[in-house]
């Protein structure tokens, strides 16, 4: 009798802990993810150009349905001076985004700079930071970095970006 009432307790036991690791998969399976909508918002923008050759301030805003708009401030290293003379160029981008449920992103977009440069440029984006509002996951900081070297500061140039949210 003892032998059975411990097979019992045994089973039982494997039976409560399979359906506790198999209800533990599916709360992990409920998590929210990331889609547009996460990226919703005013960003403010610090960009650095390869090491610190050149630094831009930027703001960018994106609309939660796929499309992004920004304005930037470049201070970079005049080209051909001698004596570490900077120049400033401004400009603008405008594209789309697509947000992957893990939080990686692609942006696309046309950058239109003061010195007459005007591109297509593609960015890798992380979404570093968030906060659940209503189930949905709004970002609040991002890392990227753009694909190809930059189109405006010379020399190969690698570009990457810290966004961090404003408030609405």
Known sequence: ??????????TALICVAFITMSTAKADDDDSPCYTVASLKGTFAVVVT???????????RKFDGNGNLTG????????PGSATGARTIVTGTNVGSYTVNCDGTAVVTRVLTASNGVMTTQTDDL????AVSRDHHLIA????????????IVPGGVFVFRSYTRRPD
Not at 1 to 10: P, T
Not at 49 to 59: E, F, M, S, T, W
Not at 140 to 151: I, K
């Open 71 to 78: 304005t930037f401030t470049l201070n970079e290293p005049t």
């Open 1 to 10: 009798m003892f032998k059975k009432n411990a097979l019992i307790a045994m």
């Open 140 to 151: 609040t900081a991002l890392e990227d970095m753009v694909r190809t070297p930059s189109a």
């Open 126 to 129: 992380l979404i570093t930071k």
């Open 49 to 59: 150009y390869g090491d610190n050759v050149a630094l831009a301030l930027a703001v």
